[in-house]
């Protein structure tokens, strides 16, 4: 069977990213290797993932211009990112407590409750939740 381990984001530091993923969204740290790149630079291998989710995302620092240039941008300005949570209601409270940016308030669509947010590249996410029963 095959599955899809790991989707990168660019960011533009390593440890603010994980602060962000980890201490704000809630994330676990899988793992922060050293690394080599392909020609041989030192770089990090680091890993976050929400608990119990079998995907999970690669932070990648930019490295050099052309990466620096995406970061934020990943998908074109588009929501790229999607983290359905059970309790949307206080994993909003607890997102806006935390000082996350929503760039919608929270809407009912026929696949859940959604509000768009960025993460601390500046990428949008969809946060997903039940649909609100009347």
């Not at 976050?48 to 990943?74: E, H, I, N």
């Not at 946060?127 to 009347?134: Q, S, T």
Request: hydrophobic share 45%.
């Amino acid at each position: 069977m095959s599955s899809i381990e790991l989707v990168t984001i660019v960011v533009a530091a390593y440890d603010p990213a994980i602060r962000f993923f980890v201490d704000v969204l809630g994330f676990e740290l899988v793992e922060d290797s050293p690394a080599q790149t392909n020609d041989g630079r030192p770089k990090r291998w680091v890993v976050v993932r929400p608990p119990g989710a079998a995907t999970g995302l690669l932070l990648a620092q930019a490295d050099g211009t052309g990466q620096a240039a995406v970061v934020g941008r990943q998908v074109a300005g588009r929501v790229g990112f999607f983290l359905r949570v059970d309790d949307f209601a206080a994993a909003y409270a607890r997102m806006v407590g935390a000082g996350v940016t929503f760039t919608t308030p929270p809407r009912d669509e026929p696949y859940g409750r959604v509000a768009v947010f960025l993460d601390i590249a500046g990428n949008k996410w969809d946060l997903l939740g039940p649909r609100p029963r009347p």
